[in-house]
């Protein structure tokens, strides 16, 4: 069982940066990648990165690539989304998953999920 718990969200202007943090606890042993996912009200949960826990490679979604950095600390299990040049459309809350699966987008191999941080963003 591994629980995920997401910090760092808040309310910004565009352009703005934000920091979003992903705290482990539980078992990990098994851990392939972790992700980030945001959703909003009426829209699906849209994918943002992800990252393969073993050699730190790093993948992004088109409409964040340049702007987000994802990042983890093997030895603390922590995995970060360090968020800059923020925009109105990137406004959601935020999840970071674990996959045993994939280290890449598909959201259906992600099985663990932290319960969300809202980041919103103003013009």
């Known amino acids: 069982q591994v629980d995920l718990v997401e910090s760092g969200g808040g309310s910004v202007q565009a352009g703005d940066s934000l920091r979003l943090s992903c705290t482990t606890s539980?078992?990990?042993?098994?851990?392939?990648?972790m992700g980030w996912f945001r959703q909003t009200p009426g829209k699906e949960r849209e994918y943002v990165g992800s990252i393969h826990w073993l050699t730190g490679r790093t993948f992004y979604a088109d409409a964040v690539r340049g702007r987000f950095t994802i990042s983890r600390d093997s030895a603390t299990k922590m995995l970060y989304l360090q968020m800059n040049s923020l925009k109105p459309e990137d406004t959601g809350v935020y999840y970071c998953?674990?996959?045993?699966?994939?280290?890449?987008?598909?959201?259906?191999?992600?099985?663990?999920w932290g319960q969300g941080t809202q980041v919103t963003v103003y013009s």
């Open positions: 539980g078992r990990t042993m098994s851990r392939l990648g």
């Open positions: 998953a674990e996959s045993r699966l994939t280290f890449k987008d598909d959201s259906d191999e992600y099985d663990a």
